[in-house]
């Protein structure tokens, strides 16, 4: 109550001072109050109060009563007074906008307060219509239109871009405003076209156009423009090789972005539609050139690139399988032809060689698979080739070795040949062994128990021919002279031997005569009891048959 009147009065002051009365603003279609006075309380004194306008009296109130309506026209049935003495009328209309006086009577005075009274309406709604299609940066077009209705006093509509207000500036932006008034309401319905030009980032721009404090639902376009800028992309990973395929994508901006373009391939144009890529494949070294993509409608919107395709070519000479002969020589050639720096490296049956290899004079060892490994980045060239190194088995070595428990006798072929040969022996054996067959080399063993002198043939054989050694086997009872013949080593041994055998025998011979003469002075002896002779008669007789044994076994062991 306290601060509507206080509104009232500061209201009240504004407007007097401009129209030298009192004016009161009321709401289209409620019950508008005028108070009387100012609303100041009533005199004490107050006979009548009486409430009249232009075309004459509304109503009166006298002192103690309830007020009457007088008016006949068409306030009679909307106007009414509150206990204050206000002058309430429902259902306002612009109608309405008029002058009303409040006549008090007190005591003697007749004081009048005129009223005026104006009715506003708030705008109903806001919003934005004939919307145009897309904006096309920098070509002016009408955006849209906003509009707001049934308003008083009239609307005014501002437009604003992302919540900032829209200045019209004669160029980018024109705003045109239209007014028009209800003929039966009075009410008015203002309209706003706003003509812009689109720039770059109105993509996503928000529209809205606003009244007192109502805003439209806000409106985007979409931004058309020309393609501004092309790219050509070269997508591959790494240095392009020759046998890639090559895929060229053009990137064009745009709005709508373009959707074919032509691909200017060494010189050759390619029209490709509905899609920004095209692949050569299978590129070679002559592919090494300029590339281009353009747009379809605009030659000079275009892009250039220089595509090197990088090669490397290798030609390794021999390649194949290949067949040599045992000490000839082999010339090795390995051409490249590459695009750049390369790096080489040699493998033989997958081992790693430190060089590559050279071959002036071959043996078996060199047999095997060669490879050679070109790299040039992420490129990489094989090329191999194999070698055979053949020749007659040659034996290189025939052995006899005594048997560890000298029963037997193990001889030994050792050969070299290729491709592998085969050993024979011209003696039946035992326990025949044959070592792996490795760089050409073979050896064979054989056990035997020679029974008489052998003279036995190793003989080694393969399709290109054939090699034999004999060796003469002694029988192993004859071993000991043999090996004193055969090995300046195994004869020291058996000198030695011999030596301590004859020298057991001597011994053994002194010990036992030396015993006998002993034996033949004591029977002849008369110190001795005849009882004992006898006894030692038999015993002697014992001892000279177990010494002729010993040396009769003694000479046996001399012959052997
Ligand atoms: C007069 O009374 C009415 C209703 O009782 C009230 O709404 C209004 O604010 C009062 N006016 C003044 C000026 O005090
Ligand atoms: C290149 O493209 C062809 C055909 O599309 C395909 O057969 C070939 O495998 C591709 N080559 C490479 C290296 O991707
Ligand atoms: C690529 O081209 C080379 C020579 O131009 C040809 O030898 C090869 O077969 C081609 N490869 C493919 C996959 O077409
Ligand atoms: C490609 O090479 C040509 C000739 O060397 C040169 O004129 C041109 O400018 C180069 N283009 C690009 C995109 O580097
Ligand atoms: C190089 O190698 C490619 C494929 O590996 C082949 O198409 C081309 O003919 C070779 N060129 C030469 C000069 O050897
Ligand atoms: C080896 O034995 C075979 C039969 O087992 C025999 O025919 C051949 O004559 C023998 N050779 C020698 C050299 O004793
Ligand atoms: C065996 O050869 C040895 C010499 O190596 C010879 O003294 C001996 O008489 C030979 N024995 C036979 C039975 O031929
Ligand atoms: C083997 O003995 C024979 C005679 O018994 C002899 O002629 C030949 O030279 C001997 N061979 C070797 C390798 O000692």
Known sequence: MHFSSCLCALLVALVYQVSGMDTVIGLYGETVEVPCNNGAPKPKDLFMTKWKYDDGDLLTQLKDQDASVIATDKYKDRVSM????????????LKDEKTFTCMVVAGADISEYPVKLLIHKAPTGVEITTLATELEIGKPTQLGQCSTSDANPAASITWFKNKKPLVADGKGIIISSNVKV????GLTTTSSTLQYSAEKGDTKALFTCGALNTLSSPVSFTVTYPTERISLHVISKGPLMEGDNVTLKCKADGNPPPTSFNFHILGKVVKVENSDSYTVTNVTREST?????????NAKMEDSKNITINYLNISLSPSGKIIKSFGEGLALTLQTHASGELKVSWTKDNGKLDSSPKFDKLTYSDSGKYEVVVTMGALIKKASFEL??????????V????????????LTCEAEGSPKPTVAWNVNGTSADESPYVNGKITHKLTIVPTVNLTVVCTVSNELGQD????????????????????????????????????????TVAVGLAYWLYVKKSKQGSWKTGEKEE??????????????EKLEENSQKVEV
């Open 82 to 93: 509150a206990e204050n003495s206000s002058l309430l009328i429902a259902a306002a209309t």
């Open 388 to 397: 055979v190194v053949e020749g007659v088995p040659v034996i290189r070595r």
């Open 182 to 185: 209800d003929e039966v309401t």
């Open 535 to 548: 006894g030692s008669t038999e015993e002697s007789k014992k001892l000279e048959e177990k010494i002729e």
């Open 289 to 297: 050139g300029e590339y281009k993509c353009s747009i379809i409608d």
């Open 468 to 507: 034999t050694r004999t060796i003469n086997v002694s029988t192993l009872f004859e071993e000991v002279r043999m090996d004193k013949q055969d090995s300046s080593d195994e004869g020291d041994t058996t000198k030695l031997v011999v030596g301590v055998i004859v020298g057991l025998l001597l011994a």
């Open 399 to 410: 052995a006899k070795r005594r048997g560890e428990d000298g029963q037997h006798k193990v």
